[in-house]
């Protein structure tokens, strides 16, 4: 595990929620007269977490000057998954298996973002590479606003090698090109599937692309060139859950 700590009310929120055996400390603004913090509080101590208070100034010190809302905690951070945990993720989740693979962004704001997108369309796991990648920092935490408490990530020391064990264990692998000839909208997602994004700037990597099943662009009409990772993230999730038929 590591030591992060959890900056902003919705971070802090989600792992009283989810988490919160990992939560260390809780410091809130002495001064706060928000009902959200008292709210908060009175949780914390219902779960066993005493909350501690200090001034404003104490928390933009230990936050770097963070926009934290009156709410900072200490967290003990798991580890993300092994890339060997993938089977049996793929194994439960059966036809409904559905993962984002996230190559190489690293924009903490876009990777929260992503992560938060994820969640909510009920991803099996996000897959990122453990380098040239942005970690689970607490700007992905707070831009995330909870999901990366909710939603299994897998590290994968080699990426490549990581989707082909995916694609072993039976999931497809969707990659998201701009060039493609092929509309996400022309592809069948159902069954199980691996959607495939690159980061911000360079796309997919040479061998990411090559190792994926199928190439699909999101199709535009106006001049911009491509899309922020996290809306594309959101359109082919949404797709995806379209096309299998969820309505609710």
């Not at 903490?108 to 040239?132: I, S, W, Y």
């Not at 694609?167 to 090109?177: E, I, M």
């Not at 159902?190 to 700037?201: D, F, K, Q, T």
Request: charged fraction near 25%; include cysteine; aromatic fraction near 4%.
């Amino acid at each position: 595990m590591s030591h992060q700590l959890l900056i902003g009310i919705h971070a802090v929120e989600a792992a009283l929620n989810h988490d919160v055996g990992h939560l260390v400390e809780l410091y809130i603004d002495s001064a706060s007269h928000n009902t959200r913090i008292k709210e908060l509080s009175d949780r914390a101590r219902e779960l066993g977490v005493k909350p501690h208070a200090r001034d404003r100034a104490a928390l933009d010190r230990m936050t770097g000057g963070a926009r934290h809302q009156g709410v900072v905690a200490r967290y003990d951070a798991p580890a993300p998954l092994a890339e060997s945990a993938l089977a049996e993720l793929v194994e439960k989740a059966g036809r409904e298996a559905l993962f984002l693979v996230l190559d190489g962004v690293t924009d903490p704001h876009n990777f929260g973002a992503c992560l938060r997108r994820a969640q909510a369309a009920g991803v099996t796991a996000v897959v990122v590479p453990k380098d040239r990648a942005v970690g689970v920092t607490p700007t992905v935490r707070r831009a995330a606003a909870g999901a990366a408490d909710r939603i299994p990530i897998v590290s994968a020391t080699n990426l490549a090698r990581t989707l082909k064990a995916l694609k072993d264990a039976g999931v497809w692998l969707v990659g998201l090109v701009g060039e493609s000839e092929k509309s996400i909208y022309s592809i069948d997602l159902n069954g199980p599937i691996a959607l495939v994004l690159g980061s911000e700037g360079e796309g997919l990597r040479r061998l990411t692309r090559e190792t994926c099943d199928f190439l699909a662009r999101i199709p535009m009409r106006g001049d911009v060139e491509s899309l922020n990772v996290s809306v594309a993230a959101g359109i082919v999730l949404f797709e995806t859950l379209r096309q299998r038929g969820v309505s609710r």
